[in-house]
């Protein structure tokens, strides 16, 4: 089966940076849909990027320009380099994957879940 295992999340302070990374077993990374997901306390979970499989990379407006989704399809892996961060980007953060195409951004459209990484922004 599919699984997806996040690491790389920990504390830091604004301005910093981040390297998420996501491990996948069971099936391909550069042949689906990768992405990554987030939620604060009290707030739905919501997409942060997607890597398509064209090679197109789709991210949310918050982080445009300070976040970058890249795979290793050597190592089937995901990445998520966050660079810049603000106390706003704290939160679980959680790799996500539907087979095939992507969608959206929309965490609806994900089939396939990690357990998640914590990510923590403050001075």
């Known amino acids: 089966q599919v699984q997806l295992v996040e690491s790389g999340g920990g504390s830091v302070q604004p301005g910093g940076s981040l390297r998420l990374s996501c491990a996948v077993s069971g099936y391909t990374v550069s042949g689906n849909c990768m992405g990554w997901f987030r939620q604060a306390p009290g707030t739905e979970r919501e997409g942060v990027a997607l890597?398509?499989?064209?090679?197109?990379?789709v991210y949310n407006p918050r982080v445009k320009g300070r976040f970058n989704i890249s795979r290793d399809n050597a190592e089937n892996k995901v990445y998520l380099q966050m660079n810049f961060l603000r106390a706003e980007d704290s939160g679980m953060y959680y790799c996500?994957?539907?087979?095939?195409?992507?969608?959206?951004?929309?965490?609806?459209?994900?089939?396939?879940w990690g357990q998640g990484t914590q990510v923590t922004v403050s001075s």
């Open positions: 996500g994957s539907r087979p095939g195409s992507c969608h959206g951004l929309d965490p609806k459209y994900a089939q396939y």
């Open positions: 890597a398509f499989t064209n090679g197109v990379r």
